[in-house]
T-cell receptor, first 113, second 112 residues
């Protein structure tokens, strides 16, 4: 039981390049989330998916797109990376029960030069 | 969601209880108090949550005041591995997805 798995762990991009961050969970959770964490800023929600087939914007969605490929997988795409997107990205999932907590992956550290 | 206030940092001697306070004076009746922690560069880890009764699990205890305007997370016997940033979050769960607002938390340093 791996929980939430994120790939890659590290990535360096040049400005304008594109990439997709992958996330998969094996807990049969309905809801999945993408957060970014910047120094001194806490975690900020980028996008979330309440269930397979639905996605919604969070606090900071600009410059990102997401795909809920199936119940297990939720990917985050940067179409044209910018230095402002240098950050640590965390994927999370939660079960359907009332007040279920979030389970996080260990993050992808992205640097855009 | 109600706003929370936590001290930016705290120290605790190894083996002693760590008591981490959180103020949430604007909490409403259907909002829960959640605690997470983040150990150096890892993803946040859920610790415990509660509505109004005190809660205990294998990791920690959560004490919520009777007026629910503040709470305390207690790590009964802190170890060096408990050094982390601890986040107190107040949130009203909704059906399906929901959003948690993570602030800056309290950096707990456990000292040998």
């Amino acid at each position: 039981n791996a929980g939430v798995t994120q790939t890659p762990k590290f990535q360096v991009l040049k400005t304008g390049q594109s990439m997709t961050l992958q996330c998969a969970q094996d807990m049969n959770h309905n809801s999945m989330y993408w957060y970014r964490q910047d120094p001194g800023m806490g975690l900020r929600l980028i996008y979330y998916s309440a269930s397979e087939g639905t996605t919604d914007k969070g606090e900071v969605p600009n410059g990102y797109n997401v795909s809920r490929l199936n119940k297990r997988e939720f990917s985050l795409r940067l179409e044209s990376a910018a230095p402002s997107q240098t950050s640590v990205y965390f994927c999370a999932s939660s079960g359907p029960g009332w007040g279920e907590p979030l389970h996080f992956g260990n993050g992808t550290r992205l640097t855009v030069t | 969601d109600a706003k929370t206030t936590q001290p930016p940092s705290m120290d605790c001697a190894e083996g002693r209880a760590a008591n981490l306070p959180c103020n949430h004076s604007t909490i409403s009746g259907n909002e829960y108090v959640y605690w997470y922690r983040q150990i150096h560069s890892q993803g946040p880890q859920y610790i415990i949550h509660g509505l109004k009764n005190n809660e205990t699990n294998e990791m920690a205890s959560l004490i919520i005041t009777e007026d629910r305007k503040s709470s305390t997370l207690i790590l009964p016997h802190a170890t060096l591995r408990d050094t982390a940033v601890y986040y107190c979050i107040v949130h009203r769960p909704g059906a399906g997805s929901y959003q948690l607002t993570f602030g800056k938390g309290t950096k707990l340093s456990v000292i040998p």
